[in-house]
């Protein structure tokens, strides 16, 4: 039985697709990024990593089916970065594929996303997408959960979108990050047994009216085959160029995106400016000091 068991784990996690997004062009960290692309910069909180290997080094060790990177601005750095990685182990070969997406990511992030149609190795109908962006670092331990909810979920998701979220107090957001800085939020309905996103909002923290707890999104977004081709079908029609903007549009055409909680101790970090560079730092160095 264990065996049975283990060989259905393995089939799951073979059939997870992580799409991370690295086409954007990094605007508001010019001064770094005018020859590097964001993915790629390294940070003294990982240990002068990039983004992007730590990313690809903790997907690898969740043992992951595919990893799909999407490039386009600077895009040859990035393909040359995974050249490498692919030379150095036979076995990643085929886990790691280089989407590229021309010049679509011009368009916005929804459209560097819509690019993974374009590589029919990558584009298969077996496989659960998962969304995100390639300048978020994401806490392994939050990786791995996100993993478990699919799998623990997998007939609930089938032909509907899903996203994650964390209850985690404003005060505690104050202390990780400015006051102007954009965080993604929203609200739930209940379901039977589950949550379904109501809608997403955006805004500052000085703009976020709650007193109390946010519920804030989880920069992913989830799908199957079947609903990355809804979205595709309804392409010609979509007024917008981001994600979070798509996913309230399928919502107001009544699909269902189910929102997962997960614990708010679980942790990541946007790098948008060079205020995030500097706090990340910072709480490294006080974490090294407090051991």
């Known amino acids: 039985m264990g065996i049975e068991l283990s060989l259905l784990k393995n089939d799951f996690k073979e059939k997870l697709s992580f799409v991370i997004l690295c086409a954007g062009e990094g605007k508001r960290l010019e001064e770094l990024t005018k020859d590097i692309p964001k993915p790629l910069l390294k940070i003294e909180a990982l240990d002068y990593d990039s983004i992007l290997q730590n990313t690809i080094v903790k997907l690898i060790n969740l043992g992951v089916g595919r990893i799909g990177v999407v490039i386009g601005h600077l895009g040859n750095k990035i393909k040359d970065f995974i050249f490498k990685i692919r030379e150095s182990d036979k076995f990643l070969q085929h886990k790691l594929y280089i989407i590229n997406s021309g010049i679509q990511y011009k368009l916005g992030s929804l459209y560097s996303f819509l690019s ?41 998701i089938k032909d509907n979108g899903f996203i994650f979220y964390r209850k985690i107090d404003k005060k505690v957001l104050k202390e990780d990050m400015p006051n102007y800085k954009l965080i993604s939020f929203g609200e739930v309905k209940k379901f039977g047994l589950y949550n379904l996103l109501k809608r997403i909002y955006q805004g500052n923290l000085q703009s976020i009216l709650t007193s109390s707890k946010i519920m804030q999104i989880i920069p992913s977004f989830g799908l199957d085959y079947n609903f990355f081709n809804i979205i595709l079908d309804l392409k010609e029609n979509l007024p917008f160029r981001t994600i979070w903007e798509m996913i309230n ?36 160095e006080d974490n090294r000091r407090s051991d």
Do not use: C
């Open 116 to 156: 993974i149609k374009n590589d029919q190795k990558f584009f298969i109908p077996e496989s659960i997408y998962i969304l995100i962006p390639g300048d978020t670092i994401f806490e392994f331990k939050l990786l791995k959960e996100i993993i478990s909810i699919i799998s623990e979920n997998i007939t609930v």
């Open 249 to 284: 549009y399928l919502i107001l055409k009544e699909k269902k995106i189910y929102a997962f909680e997960i614990e708010s101790n679980y942790k990541f970090h946007d790098i948008d400016s060079l205020d995030d560079l500097t706090n990340l730092n910072k709480k490294k």
